[in-house]
């Protein structure tokens, strides 16, 4: 078992470890973390994700994304090949021109995936 780094004598029963193996429970290549405090085991799944900022230099490339949104009902749309032609920064607003030739405004901070990864702020 790992030794505490100095300074924290308190916390000799926590270990924290990351296991990246492809083969884990048959998950195939989902990254997880491993908790053992006191011999109990906590797992997290981490979703691939990534920050609004990272998804706005995406978004910048001009690139056919596939984006997860909520629309002013809340409701969750998810369209594929979704073109971005523009941004309004004031209003934090982006301009998507559908497959189907209709061009949507989306909300910066309502967009919730893109391209199958998660979007947090």
Do not use: W
């Not at 906590?42 to 920050?51: L, Q």
């Amino acid at each position: 078992m790992p030794q505490p780094a100095a300074g924290y004598s308190g916390l000799s029963s926590i270990l924290l470890s990351t296991d990246r193996s492809p083969d884990y429970a048959g998950l195939s290549g989902k990254t997880h973390d491993t908790h053992t405090i006191q011999n109990t085991h906590i797992h997290f799944f981490i979703m691939d994700s990534i920050h609004i900022s990272d998804a706005r230099r995406m978004l910048a490339r001009k690139e056919r994304v596939k984006i997860s949104f909520v629309t002013k009902k809340g409701h969750l749309e998810t369209f594929d090949d979704a073109a971005p032609i523009g941004v309004n920064f004031y209003a934090g607003t982006r301009n998507f021109k559908l497959p189907n030739g209709e061009i949507r405004c989306v909300r910066d901070s309502l967009i919730v995936a893109l391209n199958d990864k998660e979007v947090f702020l």
